[in-house]
């Protein structure tokens, strides 16, 4: 059995469809839901589909292991970044090295790195006229956004698409394919 952790602080849409897309899978399951924000929306999906939550505050995040602890109780043994924005750690790097992936709204190396989250980089893709963007699912190193690239997908954009709407079509892009994605990964498909 594999056992996912989803670290995620926002709406938690991508977090929804992973733990859909797992819920009736006999060998790979979302065991925790990790937060740094005690608030986020996210943590009430994990609730409604019976998943554990743990908050995480910066000190224990980073000047303490507690996290592997946690790992530890519930056999993790695959993490998955699905809006989580804080840098994640050495010592977390180097425990779950090829075993850590994030998703970026954008098609990295593009529109990546430190502050471009959200709508800051629909905004980037606007700004420089591009024709296309799209998701990026990649390894997590210890840089932003910086790690080998699992995956891409594209999507056209129109000169008359809005940031609003570009981001519409990357998050549509993200709901299709990143659990199939993490599905494929688990069983070595890629
Ligand atoms: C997604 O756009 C993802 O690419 C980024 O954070 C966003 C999370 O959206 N890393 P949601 O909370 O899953 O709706």
Redesign the pocket.
Known sequence: MNHIAIF?S??????KKIIEHFQSNPTIKVSLLVSNKAAAP?LDTAKANGIDQYVIDRFSFYETEEILTVFEKYDIDFVVL??FLWLIPSYLVQAFSGRMVN???ALLPKYGGKGM?GKNVHRAVKAAGDSESGITIHYVNEKYDDGDIVFQAKCAILSTDSAEEIAKKV?EL?HRYFATVIEKILISQI
């Open positions: 995620a926002g709406t938690g849409s991508n977090a996210v699905a809006g998703i970026h709204p989250y998050l993200e």
